[in-house]
């Protein structure tokens, strides 16, 4: 009677079965530290930031754009 109190249910025993075949895309641990960031990475980051900016359209989509300054009147 112990044996069938541990058995687990047959619903989540086919789950374990496919999870090698069709389980999450992730292969590392959520839970640890990233690679971090060099540099040259932060540095283009920042240049993206700055050249680049989100523009919504009359149709309501978001288009990233190249920055242009707007001409100052005067």
Request: proline fraction near 7%; glycine fraction near 12%; avoid cysteine.
């Amino acid at each position: 009677m112990a044996d069938k109190q541990r058995r687990r249910p047959l619903g989540l025993r086919m789950t374990e079965t496919f999870l090698p075949i069709f389980g999450p895309a992730q292969v590392g641990k959520q839970g640890s530290a990233g690679r971090g960031v060099s540099a040259a990475e932060a540095e283009r980051d920042r240049e993206l930031k700055t050249r680049f900016e989100y523009v919504t359209g009359p149709d309501g989509r978001s288009y990233v754009v190249e920055h242009t300054d707007e001409p100052s009147a005067g």
